[in-house]
């Protein structure tokens, strides 16, 4: 065992033994510990100060029954949780995701990667994340309005604007945040900017739907410029059809790229000529109307593949953009097969350790979630100044500062892992951003 395998070893026998049961916060924090436990260890302030364990240990966990009625009159009941990791650079920051599968175990890990990936944007904002183990499918409007009230009426004591600013996640879009705003405010009695990803009519911002998967194209934009390269021309695979998949595949055919797929739980999606802005357009369409992708209009030049994932095609660049460990070592493996030579991540986790394991062999450069999906937060944080000035942007300055924040998260994750001429993006953005928590935690004494 070498010194950093021990020093991380060490590490995660001190964590609370009841986070035994949490396979996914504790890979998560395994990895950020194999990377940043030597700069620690190096900084008598930050070692004495135990920074890396006060983070892993959230400042608080909120959990609470979530009563509601059916259409029928039928008394629902579901557990919501808000886990508050830390505040130490800003107010706490992340998203909000009801699904039948939601577990602890899951917003835990989340939380954690949050404090990373928001203190990588250089915007003040902590870390948190919650959710419910509601599942909206099938629910009628009046429901999910019904289930938000309930949800924030448990929740709204312990957020607002300078305290734990929520946004939506996985089936938590534009309707819930609107509804969850609405019972905020009628909660509260007052208007403020309790939550990110509101509709423009009521302080929204502009961009921001837009702004993960623009976001993302803009941080390999930047990886590509490292190399002296360009995406026009490129060949794109892209897994999902939701949010974060569609607008990067947008704003890569914008930029000149060949997008050759985009994927369901159903199948994948697969232009080998690649995909035009209507072809694009109709899969936004079928993902609203809640249908798969097979039967594509005959003139996209595209077939459906039942049961297919895109990485058997070949293509220079992989964007996962679906959801997390979609990509196990034998997608990895068709990944590396395919001459794929960079993978940049859209979705949360979407790349298990074991395929990562291979990525690297196989030389392909990697860029995680935590800093490349980063540009959905980064907007939402231009949301919360914007609500508070009462001064909002336009789309174009919305744009061109989603691109500059990019391209700085971009600049912070490549300088801090560059060694021997190679890049290491994962460990520069975990020691990047673990370097200014460690300053903001140990500056604030021992909480
Ligand atoms: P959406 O709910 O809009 O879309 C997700 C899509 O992924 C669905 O259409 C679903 O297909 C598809 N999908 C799920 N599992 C698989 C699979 N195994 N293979 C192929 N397709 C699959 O989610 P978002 O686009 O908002 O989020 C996607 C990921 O990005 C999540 O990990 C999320 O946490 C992350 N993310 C999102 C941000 C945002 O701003 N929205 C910000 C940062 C990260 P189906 O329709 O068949 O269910």
Redesign the pocket.
């Known amino acids: 065992m070498d010194r950093i395998d021990a020093l991380t070893e060490h590490f995660m026998s001190t964590l609370s033994e009841q986070d035994d049961d949490l396979s996914n916060f504790k890979q998560a924090v395994r990895d950020v510990a194999s990377d940043v436990l030597a700069v620690e260890k190096n900084d008598p302030t930050w070692s004495a100060n135990q920074v890396l364990r006060r983070i892993a240990e959230p400042d608080r966990v909120i959990s609470f029954r979530v009563t509601w009625a059916d259409d029928d009159g039928n008394v629902c009941i579901n557990r919501g949780w808000r886990v508050q990791a830390s505040n130490a650079i800003g107010p706490y920051k992340g998203g909000l995701r009801f699904h039948p599968g939601v577990s602890l175990d899951d917003l835990r890990f989340l939380a954690f990667e949050q404090c990373f990936k928001n203190a990588l944007t250089g915007l003040p904002l902590g870390g948190a994340k919650g959710g419910a183990d509601f599942d909206p499918r099938g629910r009628s409007d009046a429901e999910i309005m019904r289930f938000c009230q309930a949800f924030m009426g448990k929740l709204a004591p312990y957020i607002g604007p300078d305290r734990d600013v929520p946004a939506?996640?996985?089936?938590v879009g534009p309707r819930e945040i609107g509804y969850l705003f609405g019972a905020w405010m009628n909660a509260a009695g007052i208007y403020d900017g309790a939550l990110t990803g509101k509709g423009l009519s009521y302080g929204g911002s502009e961009m921001r739907v837009e702004?993960?998967g623009y976001g993302l194209i803009y941080f390999v934009q930047a990886m590509l410029a490292r190399r002296n390269a360009d995406i026009t021309g490129k060949r794109v695979a892209i897994?999902?059809?939701?949010?974060?998949?569609t607008h990067a595949a947008e704003k890569a055919v914008c930029e000149g790229a060949t997008v050759v797929t985009l994927?369901?739980?159903?199948g994948t999606l697969y232009a080998p000529d690649g995909l035009s802005q209507e072809a694009i357009r109709w899969v936004q369409e079928q993902?609203a109307a809640g249908k798969?992708l097979a039967n594509p209009p005959k003139d996209f030049g595209a077939a459906f593949r039942e049961n297919e994932?895109p990485w058997q095609q070949s293509a220079d660049i992989a964007l996962p953009?679906?959801?997390?460990n979609?990509i196990d070592e034998d997608a990895a493996k068709s990944i590396v097969d395919a001459g794929t030579s960079l993978l940049a991540e859209?979705?949360?986790m979407?790349t298990t350790p074991d395929a990562l394991a291979v990525l690297r062999k196989a030389g392909v450069t990697y860029a995680p979630?935590k800093a490349s999906?980063a540009g959905?937060?980064a907007v939402s944080g231009l949301e919360m100044s914007q609500t508070s000035h009462r001064r909002f942007m336009t789309a174009e300055e919305v744009d061109a500062a989603l691109k500059d924040i990019m391209k700085q998260i971009h600049d912070r994750a490549a300088d801090e892992g560059q060694s021997g001429g190679k890049i290491d993006y994962a460990r520069g953005a975990n020691v990047a951003a673990y370097r200014k928590l460690a300053q903001a935690i140990t500056a604030q004494g021992v909480l």
């Open positions: 939506g996640d996985i089936n702004a993960t897994s999902g059809k939701g949010n974060v998949a994927s369901d739980t159903s993902k798969d994932t953009c679906a959801t997390q979609e859209g979705a949360n979407p979630g999906n959905g937060v």
